[in-house]
């Protein structure tokens, strides 16, 4: 089967600018996230999503971040505006009963 | 909320040798540990994993140990390979219907030399 597809691979911002990742799961996963992953840690949830509706967001700095699933398949996450701590690794994953998958992940950074 | 601790943080081995890579875990609820393997610039894989209702699992050269009573778990690598290089994550989360999320640990960076 197909991995977890997403772009770009790469993004260099100015901070204050905004920023866009996109994420297309594995076909027939309900269930998707996004993590956050700075250099030398382990990945942090910033959002979970059941199909279309969020069911973890605590992690979400909601006042510059936001993320949404239409129709159930394909996500956006997006940034605006960036700071220099938001420079990290943004992994997509998704799951189902049958095990969980990551992307290769979009590495930003803000300068 | 749930936190996970792991060490060490970097760990150097002969090839041939064995590597072992250990965790704490904090949230007794948690029911589910995988370890995942991450090369450079690709996204965590998972190498093998463990539910709270089996003590050892061993998937050839790979096997991990869990210690609900003491919540810890620990990964085990014998016959180490070069291309065992990498940056290991153990995570731990508690399985619903809805998904899991996972927490991590910080990682081991595991050299295998020659």
């Known amino acids: 089967e197909a991995g977890v597809a997403q772009s770009p691979r790469y993004k260099i911002i100015e901070k204050r600018q905004s920023v866009a990742f996109w994420c297309n799961p594995i076909s027939g996963h309900a ?33 510059r971040f ?23 690794v943004y992994l997509c994953a998704s799951s189902s009963h049958s095990g969980y998958t990551f992307g290769s ?6 300068v | 909320g749930e936190n996970v601790e792991q060490h060490p943080s970097t760990l150097s081995v002969q090839e041939g040798d064995s590597a072992v890579i250990k965790c704490t875990y904090s949230d007794s609820a948690s029911n589910y540990f995988p370890w995942y393997k991450q090369e450079l610039g690709k996204g965590p894989q998972l190498i ?21 009573t ?3 778990f620990s990964l085990h690598i014998t016959e180490t390979q070069p291309e065992d290089s990498a940056v290991y994550f153990c995570a731990a989360s508690w399985v619903t219907g809805g998904g899991n999320k996972l927490t991590f640990g910080t990682g081991t960076q595991l050299k295998v030399e020659l």
């Open chain 1, 31 to 63: 269930t998707l996230y996004w993590y956050q992953q700075i250099l030398g840690q382990g990945p942090k949830l910033l959002i979970q999503f059941q199909n279309n509706g969020v069911v973890d967001d605590s992690q979400l700095p909601k006042d």
């Open chain 1, 66 to 88: 936001s993320a949404e699933r239409l129709k159930g398949v394909d996500s956006t996450l997006k940034i605006q505006p960036a700071k220099l701590e938001d420079s990290a």
């Open chain 1, 105 to 110: 992940g979009t590495r930003l950074t803000v």
């Open chain 2, 48 to 68: 093998i994993d463990i539910r709270s209702n089996v003590g050892e699992k061993k998937d050839q050269r790979i096997a991990v140990t869990l210690n609900k």
């Open chain 2, 70 to 72: 003491a919540k810890h």
